[in-house]
């Protein structure tokens, strides 16, 4: 089955910097590669999305880059803001998903 | 639009007693999904059913899980006996299949979850 590994599981940054979050996955039928996000006691929700076909993708201050051929993909904030804090999850699969254990992201003011 | 619903939201219980959770997916959608959250083990998937029927429950953890889902818009998680150990926040998700994808493919929608607590 799929394996998907990231990293950092923490990661603290000052209000405006960037963070970055990769994930790596093993199975390389997985072409669909979503990453959410969870605050508190909340449910996760979807930030950014992409799929197989595309190498890049962008949403205002969130990106995600998908290296299929390494299996890696990775989740990048720009302009950090301390309503950013939560913790972050990578998700991989075709039928499924399998999710990474998640990195907890902490934007100081 | 109201987005998945699950219930209860809480739920504390003694060892042995048996614990049902239920979840209502997106009005149109055809695919829903159980999973479990734990410190330890994360967000793991224990079942999912497309058009109401169980597709993959290789993630259900032993025989005392049980889900079902008599029709489109209600599913239950049931546990027989609970113990300790399957204390967990349960999260049920839904997604509208794009036609031509795979079920995993298409984009989930969490519900707001169900603490479990087996004292």
């Known amino acids: 089955g799929e394996n998907v590994e990231q990293h950092p599981s923490t990661l603290s940054v000052q209000e405006g910097d960037s963070a970055v979050i990769k994930c790596t996955y093993s199975d390389s039928a997985s072409n669909y590669f979503p990453w959410y996000k969870q605050e508190l006691g909340k449910r996760p929700q979807l930030i950014i999305d992409i799929r197989s076909n595309v190498g890049e993708k962008k949403d205002q201050r969130i990106a995600v880059t998908l290296n299929k051929t390494a299996k890696h993909f990775s989740l990048h904030i720009t302009e950090t803001q301390p309503e950013d804090s939560a913790v972050y999850f990578c998700a991989a699969g075709y039928s499924t998903l399998t999710f990474g254990k998640g990195t907890m992201l902490l934007v100081s003011p | 639009d109201a987005g998945v619903i699950q219930s209860p939201r809480h739920e504390v219980t003694e060892m042995g007693q048996e614990v049902t959770l239920r979840c209502k997916p997106i009005?149109?959608?055809?695919?829903l999904f159980w999973y479990r959250q734990t410190m330890m083990r994360g967000l793991e998937l224990l079942i999912y059913f497309n058009n109401n029927v169980p597709i993959d429950d290789s993630g259900m953890p032993e025989d005392r899980f049980s889900a079902k889902m008599p029709n489109a818009s209600f599913s239950t998680l049931k546990i027989q006996p609970s113990e300790p150990r399957d204390s967990a926040v349960y999260f049920c998700?839904?997604?509208?299949?794009?036609?031509?994808?795979?079920?995993?493919?298409?984009?989930?929608?969490f519900g707001p979850g169900t603490r479990l607590t087996v004292l």
């Open positions: 009005s149109g959608h055809n695919s």
């Open positions: 998700a839904s997604s509208s299949r794009d036609s031509g994808s795979e079920v995993g493919t298409d984009t989930q929608y």
